[in-house]
Nanobody
Framework: QVQLVESGGGLVQAGGSLRLSCAASGRTFSSSAMGWFRQAPGKEREFVAS????????DYANSVKGRFTISRDNAKKLVYLQMDSLKPEDTAVYYC????????????????WGQGTQVTVSS
């Protein structure tokens, strides 16, 4: 069993930066790929970024590529999402999750969702 707790959200002006953290408990963290997702009001949850269990491989949604960076520290059981050049359309609740199985659909295969952290970008 894994429990995830996100933090680091807040209110920021367009063009600003935030770094989200996801703290994990449980023994399987270092053996699991991890992902960040977001859900804006009235919209479905969408994939943002993922990182392999050793941190060597990353993947990003086209909408955040070049602006967001995912990383992890297996010793500390932390996953980060550095968000730069933020835009109002990045406003959403951001969640981290554990990849339980691979799927070509990037929105599938994840579980043990955290409670989320709110990110609000003002124009």
């Amino acid at each position: 069993q894994v429990q995830l707790v996100e933090s680091g959200g807040g209110l920021v002006q367009a063009g600003g930066s935030l770094r989200l953290s996801c703290a994990a408990s449980g023994r399987t963290f270092s053996s699991s790929a991890m992902g960040w997702f977001r859900q804006a009001p009235g919209k479905e949850r969408e994939f943002v970024a993922s990182i392999s269990r050793n941190g060597y491989s990353t993947d990003y949604a086209n909408s955040v590529k070049g602006r967001f960076t995912i990383s992890r520290d297996n010793a500390k059981k932390l996953v980060y999402l550095q968000m730069d050049s933020l835009k109002p359309e990045d406003t959403a609740v951001y969640y981290c999750a554990v990849r339980q199985y691979y799927s070509p659909d990037k929105t599938l295969g994840y579980g043990f969702w955290g409670q989320g952290t709110q990110v609000t970008v003002s124009s």
